[in-house]
């Protein structure tokens, strides 16, 4: 189990089979940073191609299709003060006939973002909200590793592999599962938000470059289909898709299959619990394909 310290000279704006930047293995660690939305790193430079740029890939030996990734995010930290976001809702998301009333352009509005003091706080005082701050809870927006059938999708998108999944629940602490699905898995990590609300509604979290510090471990002839994640409290599995009702049946569909392989459960036993004890969160409802949570609380699981 080694720690690796990299730093990143080349980055890519789609998911697929590219060159490995590292090898690494089972148990190990990687210490590493990435640019935010639009290829701009901790010191603002203009590194990379706008539209999440990735940091990667990062190829896992041993790993072989049927087998399961596990990522665990051990430490995720901006690192500069600068944010950014956009300044208008999606029209996607209001009554069609609110659209008008959405400013013109969608404009960026800038944060101040302290780890210090744990919150981001609006610059802009152009707005009735004057300098209104917010609590930080640092996340990847877009990350997975590289889909099937020799693709490159772009990090505007996700699907089985991940990509841009906006889920405001990835952060320090959570394991994600993701199904691997070329040798090496060929693992990317990118698209840092200090903070951001359920849906991405506005397009964008408070983008800034990150710290980040993750390990992985290889599950030897674990078969999953769609992206799984567990912190202390929850299980969580992810559908992505459009419309919206076909990443919730993605989304269910993985969590019935984990209760019934892992967790011992008949279809009816599983029917049962998560009828009355199922929890649901957006993940993204702005992007080409849109991202559903589907949770159940780990205590929920005990017969105990």
Same mark, same amino acid.
């Given at each position: 189990?080694?720690?690796?310290?990299?730093?990143?000279?080349?980055?890519?704006?789609?998911?697929?089979? #590219?060159? +490995?930047?590292?090898?690494?293995?089972?148990?190990?660690?990687?210490?590493?940073?990435? %640019?935010?939305? !639009?290829?701009?790193?901790?010191?603002?430079?203009?590194?990379?191609?706008?539209?999440?740029?990735?940091?990667?890939?990062?190829?896992?030996?041993?790993?072989?299709?049927?087998?399961? &990734?596990?990522?665990?995010?051990?430490?995720?930290?901006?690192?500069?003060?600068?944010?950014?976001?956009?300044?208008?809702?999606?029209?996607?998301?209001?009554?069609?006939?609110?659209? +008008?009333?959405?400013?013109?352009?969608?404009?960026?509005? =800038?944060?101040?973002?302290?780890? =210090?003091?744990?919150?981001?706080?609006?610059?802009?005082?152009?707005?009735?909200? @004057?300098?209104?701050?917010?609590?930080?809870?640092?996340?990847?927006?877009?990350?997975?590793?590289?889909?099937?059938? @020799?693709?490159?999708?772009?990090?505007?998108?996700?699907?089985?592999?991940?990509?841009?999944?906006?889920? !405001? @629940?990835?952060?320090?602490? /959570?394991?994600?599962?993701?199904?691997?699905?070329?040798?090496?898995?060929?693992?990317? %990590?990118?698209?840092?938000?200090? %903070?951001?609300?359920?849906?991405?509604?506005?397009?964008?979290?408070?983008?800034?470059?990150?710290?980040?510090?993750?390990?992985?471990?290889?599950?030897? @002839?674990?078969?999953?289909?769609?992206?799984?994640?567990?912190?202390?409290?929850?299980?969580?599995? /992810?559908?992505?898709?459009?419309?919206?009702?076909?990443?919730?049946?993605?989304?269910?569909?993985?969590?019935?299959?984990?209760?019934?392989?892992?967790?011992? &459960?008949?279809?009816?036993?599983?029917?049962?619990?998560?009828?009355?004890? /199922?929890?649901?969160?957006?993940?993204?409802?702005?992007?080409?394909? #849109?991202?559903?949570?589907?949770?159940?609380?780990?205590?929920?699981?005990? !017969?105990?």
């Amino acid at each position: 189990m080694a720690i690796h310290h990299f730093t990143p000279t080349i980055y890519y704006t789609a998911m697929g089979t #590219y060159p +490995p930047v590292l090898e690494i293995a089972d148990g190990d660690t990687v210490i590493t940073t990435t %640019v935010d939305a !639009r290829g701009q790193d901790s010191f603002h430079r203009q590194v990379a191609e706008r539209g999440n740029p990735q940091t990667g890939p990062f190829l896992i030996s041993r790993a072989e299709p049927g087998d399961t &990734l596990a990522v665990h995010f051990d430490r995720l930290r901006p690192n500069r003060r600068q944010g950014w976001t956009a300044a208008s809702l999606a029209p996607n998301v209001v009554d069609p006939d609110f659209v +008008p009333r959405l400013p013109s352009e969608r404009g960026l509005v =800038e944060w101040d973002v302290d780890v =210090e003091k744990w919150q981001a706080t609006l610059v802009s005082s152009e707005t009735a909200l @004057g300098q209104y701050a917010v609590e930080l809870s640092p996340m990847l927006g877009c990350f997975g590793v590289a889909p099937p059938r @020799g693709q490159a999708i772009s990090t505007a998108t996700s699907s089985t592999h991940g990509g841009n999944m906006d889920y !405001r @629940g990835f952060v320090e602490g /959570v394991t994600v599962y993701f199904p691997v699905h070329v040798p090496g898995a060929l693992l990317f %990590v990118g698209d840092g938000h200090a %903070v951001q609300g359920d849906g991405e509604i506005v397009g964008t979290g408070i983008e800034i470059s990150f710290d980040v510090q993750f390990t992985v471990h290889l599950l030897k @002839g674990k078969k999953i289909t769609w992206p799984r994640a567990e912190n202390s409290d929850y299980l969580m599995t /992810v559908g992505n898709a459009r419309p919206l009702d076909q990443a919730l049946q993605h989304a269910t569909t993985e969590l019935m299959h984990w209760l019934m392989e892992d967790y011992g &459960l008949d279809t009816r036993a599983a029917s049962i619990l998560l009828g009355q004890c /199922v929890r649901y969160e957006v993940g993204n409802v702005f992007d080409p394909a #849109y991202t559903m949570i589907c949770k159940i609380e780990k205590k929920r699981l005990s !017969r105990g």
